[in-house]
């Protein structure tokens, strides 16, 4: 998938978990267009809830070649014209202005009062420690949107049955150590706004690295 197509849908990935239903329409037909593998399908139909559904296949897209983005677009045709039509007016719009995918990205952090020169850097383990104490019971959408696969977060679950705490925070420990550089503050606070948490609290969370 181009970078472009990858920007995109993550700027649009709120729409997308508020009104998207992935149903089997959805996921059968990438499956026929050799976009999803069989495993795949699986997985995502496993999911309990629509939005864990939508996160993962938000997730699979970007790594399954160039026609991605554009059989997504077509499986929307028939049941979710609306979405289907921001996409690509959404598209459209940033082939005209190629600033706008930087502009895109950079507001999704936006709303958070977080110190620019922060977002690039790591969490630490302190960091992320108070951050699983904020996280209710949709903290695996995060996790999926972050990147972890259902079997890393069911384990995270088996290996703390006693304490949703220290599942929480055992997963974005282990989100850190397997993404290396790349699990940057940025990305989190990305994948943090499908959760409604004060703005504010994220600065109290990363205020010692300021």
């Known amino acids: 998938m181009e970078r472009k197509h990858r920007a995109l849908l993550q700027a649009h990935r709120l729409l997308l978990c508020d009104q998207l239903v992935v149903d089997d329409t959805i996921v059968h037909y990438l499956y026929q267009e050799n976009i999803l593998t069989e495993n795949q399908v699986e997985e995502i139909q496993s999911q309990k809830s629509n939005r864990n559904k939508t996160l993962l296949l938000l997730r699979f897209l970007p790594t399954r070649g160039p026609n991605a983005f554009n059989a997504f677009v077509q499986s929307l045709e028939q049941d979710f014209p609306w979405i289907q039509q921001k996409l690509l007016l959404s598209a459209q719009a940033d082939d005209e202005d190629d600033g706008g995918r930087g502009a895109a990205l950079s507001d999704t952090t936006a709303q958070f009062d977080v110190p620019k020169h922060i977002l690039q ?9 108070k951050l699983a104490a904020q996280l209710g019971l949709e903290w ?4 999926l949107d972050l990147g972890l696969t259902s079997a890393e977060i069911s384990r995270c679950r088996a290996d703390h049955l006693h304490s949703s705490h220290s599942q ?8 850190k150590q397997t993404r290396g550089r790349k699990a940057t503050v940025q990305s989190l606070l990305q994948s943090l706004q499908i959760l409604d948490i004060h703005p504010s609290f994220f600065n109290q969370v990363f205020a010692c690295a300021s």
């Open 168 to 175: 929480v925070l055992a997963a974005l420990v282990m989100w």
């Open 140 to 143: 695996e959408m995060v996790l």
């Open 121 to 129: 850097t790591v969490p630490s383990d302190q960091q992320l420690n």
